[in-house]
């Protein structure tokens, strides 16, 4: 079946460094993928909408320029971190619908940021 | 805008018991809903999904939900639990212009006493 990568799984920085996360459908296109963050025993949280070709759509309250989101092909939208901080720890999953009413989440990349 | 709700943040049960997790959405139109199973460690596994038709829907490990649009609810049961059942569930929301985008519930943590 369809499968969606991340990487790196887990990732430590240094506060001030930036951070990037890929995520990747294998084997299917997807003009649209979306990040999620989830902090420990919580839910999900919609950060934002990744098109491919243009711009990422944010949810309310999550900064654009301290999470970058390129959606460079029709299988790779990457998440950057910039300038992380402590706060920003979290573990990030993405998605990416196949075009039919199915869609697949990424096994989640652990951020920590010292 | 739409919200689901999980009333119940954490329940335990005995293996072999029967489950039923509770699940009420805020929606305008008919809803797309999602049942989710996160176990630790592991990414999200989609249990079962509802857009339209039966109102009780079969999903995988032996799990089903019932929709009742009087109700607002989209219930999930299993009649009989195994210990590999412990996760954590999410019931989930499509958004009214693209039910790709994945609005989710808080979460209920699942525990079965041997």
């Known amino acids: 079946g369809a499968v969606v990568s991340q990487h790196p799984s887990r990732v430590i920085c240094k506060s001030g460094t930036s951070v990037k996360i890929e995520c990747r459908s294998l084997d299917f296109q997807a003009t649209t993928m979306f990040w999620y963050r989830q902090f420990p025993k919580q839910s999900l949280m919609l950060m934002a909408t990744?098109?491919?070709?243009?711009?990422?759509?944010?949810e309310q309250g999550v900064e654009k320029d301290k999470f970058l989101i390129n959606h460079a092909s029709l299988t790779l939208s990457t998440l950057t971190v910039t300038s992380a901080h402590p706060e920003d720890s979290s573990f990030y999953i993405c998605?990416?619908?196949?075009?039919?009413?199915?869609?697949?989440f990424g096994p989640g990349t652990r951020l920590t940021v010292l | 805008a739409q919200s689901v709700t999980q009333p119940d943040i954490h329940i335990t049960v005995s293996e072999g018991a029967s489950l039923e997790l509770r699940c009420n959405y805020s929606y305008g139109a008919t809803p797309y809903l999602f049942w989710y199973v996160q176990s630790p460690g592991q990414g999200l596994q989609l249990l079962l999904k509802?857009?339209?038709?039966?109102?009780l829907v079969q999903g995988i490990k032996g799990f089903e939900a019932e929709f009742k649009r009087s109700q607002s609810s989209f219930n999930l049961r299993k009649p009989s639990v195994h210990w590999s059942d412990a996760a954590e569930y999410f019931c989930?929301?499509?958004?009214?212009?693209?039910?790709?985008?994945?609005?989710f519930g808080p979460g209920t943590s699942l525990s079965v006493i041997p």
């Open positions: 509802y857009f339209s038709g039966d109102t």
């Open positions: 989930a929301v499509g958004e009214e212009t693209s039910y790709d985008k994945v609005i």
């Open positions: 990744s098109n491919e070709g243009s711009k990422a759509t944010y």
């Open positions: 998605s990416a619908p196949d075009g039919g009413d199915t869609q697949y």
